[in-house]
């Protein structure tokens, strides 16, 4: 029994020797309107990242189209998500992986992913799935809010390669809806306000991408030197979302839906319907 081999030897590993967060900044960090392209590099090739456990951490504020907050405004689960329309990841300057209609996408592999206890870790991510209307809040009573999003909730990259990433520059790249009214919708309404005085507007005051920098013992980072030197490929395998969205079906009781495919390797694997009914719209 191992409870009486007193001369088994201490085994301790030291490969990795620390994780540090560090905070990256768009090109331009002071234009985050509508339709605009925001692009966040790393462009330290000598360090170990770890983007399968990186955030994206978002500051701004809640209005209406006159710049007032009322407690009438509230997010949808995953809201913000839903006001960016397209996420890309880049390594040197190749597109990876990339997502289009971010917050419907990332909210239908949410629901069917993520548990009870892993949702309540997600709220300031703004993800309530299990709780009411009124009680998602992530704005302060002048309609500030602060959100760290984990881009595994966002992206199939990040939650399925798991591995850090070497000597290669990387880009997230996001690209802003064209409205706001996906991720807010105003409380006790049944109708959209008859007034643009009180559309909703959510202004971005600051954007970062918080990534981990791994550091690690000598011998691993021989190691991994070597197969630098190598030259070799590293096989990135992963699990790459795609929304398809028909805006209308015919009206027959039988609908014919193709699936693209491009080649065995990008097969569909799991395949996630949605059907909605014909509603009035809420913001």
Known sequence: MSILNVNEKLYIDNSIVSSELHTYQPYISSKFDYNDEIRIPIQELDAYTLPSESLLYIEGKLTNTEGNYTKRLRFTNNGIAFLF???????????????????LASTLKGYLSSNTNES????????????????????????????????????????DYRKIIINMKQELVLIRSNNDVDGVFFKDDVTPPSTTLESPKVSFDKI???????????????????ILESNKDILIGFRSWELVEYSSLTETTRHTWPVKTTSKLEAPRPVIIRVSRKSKRRY
Do not use: C
Not at 132 to 139: F, G, N
């Open 85 to 103: 329309r397209e996420i890309r990841y880049e390594l040197n300057g190749i597109t990876i992986d990339a997502l289009r209609n971010v917050g």
């Open 208 to 226: 970062y991408w918080k990534v981990p920098h791994i550091s690690v013992d000598i011998p691993q980072q021989l190691a991994l030197t070597r």
């Open 120 to 159: 309540l870790k997600l709220q300031n991510a703004g993800w309530f799935p299990h709780r009411k209307e009124e009680d998602r809040i992530i704005v302060d009573e002048n309609g500030k809010f602060s959100v760290s999003i984990p881009l595994k909730l966002l992206m199939g990259f990040f939650e």
